[in-house]
């Protein structure tokens, strides 16, 4: 059985630069990759589109490929989108699968502060993005929680349902949604920083050229 693994986030809008990184991954681990829109995330401001218009958007920039798939189950919770409800909830359909929770080098270095985050390692992997050649630091609460548990993406992990910390060399592309949606409010077109299909959905240009950014 293949591992899931799963991308979170709002994408507010959809990028290259998730899909990127999204793909990598996928090839890496030999996983199936879900992307995950966040409802109401809880480390940052609420997202500028709907849930409705962020789903339309992952729709039109997974068009026409099956490696990469889209999950909208946190859209259909009430509350914040912990993380750690969502591996639960996937624990309990997907058994003994491996499952792997991806993220980027600086949000994994938050963890911490993370609702109920040293359960994470009891329901999933972690695979963080780094760049090639990267060093990465650690707190010291979170370099202690993973002693012993970093262990080479090519090698035999996924014998284990859960618990190894993977760092992903992944091609690094310097583009934020932030950048984005400043640009969109500007009144440009970020054309070759997203994904063709998005411009023919209609209506989320306005929703992005009608905020300050």
Avoid: N
């Amino acid at each position: 059985m293949k591992p899931l693994a799963i991308l979170g986030g709002t994408f507010d809008p959809v990028h290259i630069g998730h899909l990127c990184v999204a793909w990598e991954a996928s090839e890496l681990l030999d996983a199936e990759v879900r992307l995950m829109p966040a409802g109401v995330p809880p480390h940052r401001t609420p997202p500028v589109a709907s849930a409705e218009q962020r789903v339309a958007l992952l729709r039109a920039a997974l068009a026409g490929q099956d490696r990469l798939q889209l999950d909208p189950r946190e859209l259909g919770r009430d509350g914040p989108s912990y993380s750690v409800d969502t591996l639960e909830a996937l624990r309990a359909e997907q058994g003994d699968r491996p499952l792997v929770l991806l993220m980027g080098a600086d949000a994994f270095a938050s963890l911490p502060s993370w609702h109920r985050w040293s359960r994470l390692f009891e329901l999933a992997h972690l695979g963080v993005f780094t760049r090639p050649g990267f060093k990465a630091a650690w707190p010291a609460d979170l370099d202690a929680a993973i002693t012993g548990r970093l262990v080479d993406p090519a090698g035999d992990w996924y014998v284990r349902e859960a618990g190894s910390v993977l760092q992903l060399e992944v091609t690094p592309l310097e583009i934020s949604a932030t950048r984005i949606r400043r640009l969109l409010a500007e009144g440009r077109v970020p054309r070759y920083l997203l994904p063709e299909g998005v411009f023919d959905v209609p209506g989320w240009l306005e929703v992005y050229r009608r905020s300050p950014g």
